[in-house]
């Protein structure tokens, strides 16, 4: 049973950066991915990036500002934010899942607690 905790989070304003972390503990998938998920109330949760087999891949509303990445143990990763604007605000979800490339969130398993990113002048 995989264990997810996050760290990171907060209130920053428009063009500021931000970094999560996501620590697991026990089993990992070494074939699927792990990563980040990001919800609004009244919305569905929407993928924003993730890591499957060492390689990231992002949601397209992302790629050029955010970067995800693992230790070598595979069991960390981290959501570095830059650029951030309004549309960033959302709860963060780092979660984990045995498919690869995985993009919706139906297909994973383990999800954190969540992490409030407020982006606000």
């Known amino acids: 049973q995989v264990q997810l905790v996050e760290s990171g989070g907060g209130l920053v304003q428009p063009g500021d950066s931000m970094t999560l972390s996501c620590a697991a503990s026990?089993?990992?998938?070494?074939?699927?991915?792990m990563g980040w998920f990001r919800q609004v109330p009244g919305k569905d949760r929407e993928f924003v990036a993730a890591?499957?087999?060492?390689?990231?891949f992002y949601a397209d509303s992302v790629k050029g500002r955010f970067t995800i990445s693992s230790d070598d143990a595979k069991n960390t990763v981290h959501l570095q934010m830059n650029s951030l604007n309004t549309e960033d605000t959302a709860v963060y979800y780092c979660?984990?899942?045995?498919?690869?490339?995985?993009?919706?969130?139906?297909?994973?398993?383990?999800w954190g607690q969540g992490t409030q990113v407020t982006v606000s002048s």
């Open positions: 979660a984990a899942g045995s498919r690869s490339y995985s993009i919706v969130a139906f297909e994973y398993d383990t």
């Open positions: 890591v499957s087999w060492r390689n990231p």
């Open positions: 026990g089993r990992t998938f070494t074939r699927g991915s």
